[in-house]
């Protein structure tokens, strides 16, 4: 593809979702149709090592920016060695079971720079990264979300949950999803990255947990409102048991809609195999919000997750083809 296309990209999200979006726009960088790439990392996991180092130090949960550390190493041996080692997990039976090599990194060099974004950067020089990581807010915070159903001896009763985890897991219906506090302090350099971007990807992830709570911060939701970069929505291969149950993708667009009626997006991706019985829905969806839907195959054929090399081939003829319709 040709240098002149060159342009940066902004990835928001969590886990391997954002993994898979990462490792896809990270080999456009290499091919150099993207030269400046940064991820902003949902920080609200209240589970495992994370939950574990954020109730013991008060600090960000580190697992989703490990992830999406690891994400964006390159496939030479530095970078394939280094993403294994910060992915390591302690097995035993002591207290060091469970926790992650790349969490206790991260954790190390917050406390000893007192600095995130400083920190994460170090990191990111450590291994080698193919962009930036940084996190959506600077303060930690809870998910919550109000569910009908959770009770099933009151099917359509609505209470509150309250934990990432808890909202991940729960039995119910998800309706809407929210964050305590209401209005963190979004990362400054984030803010920064989203306004100045020419591409803006938001998804693949856990639905409510990851991808809608970037548009709950208020710094952020402001940024990808007043950016002048393309919008490109990445919809979910499935539904998420317990979060996302029963979801087709015109459901997920829909949600994302409803927490952010004002968001302008430009494209909707989304994976040829998951549209059956719900593509008339997302057509009308898309085609409602002035946007355009884009249909590939990018997903790992017969399983459930995003190939980064089909997911990289559609990013690359999004760009490609925006650029000679301008």
Request: hydrophobic share 45%; with cysteine; aromatic share 4%.
């Amino acid at each position: 593809m040709a240098r002149h296309t060159a342009q940066a990209a902004v990835a928001l999200g969590g886990g391997h979702g954002l993994a898979a979006t990462l490792s896809a726009l990270r080999r456009l960088k290499d091919d150099l149709t993207i030269d400046d790439l940064t991820a902003v990392v949902t920080v609200a996991d209240n589970g495992g090592s994370s939950g574990r180092l954020r109730g013991e130090f008060g600090v960000l949960p580190p697992g989703d920016l490990r992830m999406a550390l690891a994400a964006l190493c390159g496939d030479d041996e530095w970078g394939r060695t280094w993403a294994d080692v910060v992915q390591h997990r302690f097995a035993g039976q002591g207290e060091m079971q469970g926790h992650v090599v790349g969490n206790l990194l991260i954790v190390s060099l917050w406390e000893l720079m007192g600095d995130h974004v400083r920190a994460l950067d170090w990191v990111g020089r450590l291994l080698g990264a193919h962009g930036r990581v940084l996190p959506m807010a600077t303060t930690p915070m809870d998910i919550t979300a109000r569910v009908r159903g959770a009770d099933p001896a009151d099917p359509t009763g609505v209470s509150v949950v309250r934990g990432q985890v808890e909202v991940a897991t729960t039995a119910g219906q998800i309706e809407s999803v929210a964050l305590v506090p209401e209005d963190p302090q979004a990362c400054a350099e984030a803010v920064e990255a989203i306004r100045s971007a020419e591409w803006v990807v938001l998804g693949p992830g856990s639905w409510f947990t990851s991808v809608i709570p970037h548009l709950m911060v208020p710094g952020l939701r402001q940024a990808l409102a007043e950016t002048a970069g393309q919008l490109v929505v990445v919809l979910n291969l499935e539904a998420q048991a317990g979060e996302t149950t029963g979801f087709g993708p015109a459901d997920h667009l829909a949600a994302l809609f409803e927490h952010a009626p004002d968001l302008t997006v430009h494209a909707v991706l989304v994976d040829a195999s998951s549209l059956a019985g719900d593509r008339q829905r997302l057509e009308k969806a898309v085609a409602d919000r002035g946007a355009r839907l884009v249909v590939e195959d990018i997903a790992v054929p017969g399983e459930p997750r995003h190939d980064p090399d089909r997911l990289a081939a559609a990013f690359g003829r999004i760009v490609e083809e925006t650029a000679e319709g301008r």
